[in-house]
């Protein structure tokens, strides 16, 4: 029971000697301090934002080309014609030349080479 009541004195010490050190961390030294604000001068109207550049474009953005679903369709049939050839080719003559080399389809990002 004395080791309890020693443990729970000793808890009880260090939460008063933290709230006095909070306090006088968060108080402030300045005795002159109002709470009232200064006058700011006024902001600027917001302007629509431009990229590094204070002038006014001069002509209207260009729409975005429209290009036909069946030309679309058309390249993404053939690089997946392009990327199954690669494959069979690959599962007929396994090889880490072939696994790690370029296709011949334009939408293949380019890669970096491995070292092996």
Request: hydrophobic share 50%; charged share 15%; net charge negative.
């Amino acid at each position: 029971m004395d080791m309890l009541l020693m443990g729970l004195c000793i808890v009880v010490f260090g939460v008063v000697v933290a709230a006095l050190a909070f306090g006088a961390a968060t108080r402030s030294s300045d005795s002159s301090y109002s709470a009232v604000q200064p006058d700011l001068p006024l902001a600027k109207a917001a302007t629509p934002a431009r990229f590094f550049s204070d002038r006014v474009p001069l002509s209207a953005p260009v729409p975005p080309l429209q290009v036909p679903i069946e030309v679309l369709l058309l390249q993404i049939e053939n690089h997946v014609r392009l990327e199954q050839a690669a494959a069979e080719s690959f599962l007929a003559f396994p090889s880490q030349a072939r696994l790690h080399s370029k296709t011949t389809s334009p939408f293949v990002n380019e890669r970096v080479p491995h070292d092996a």
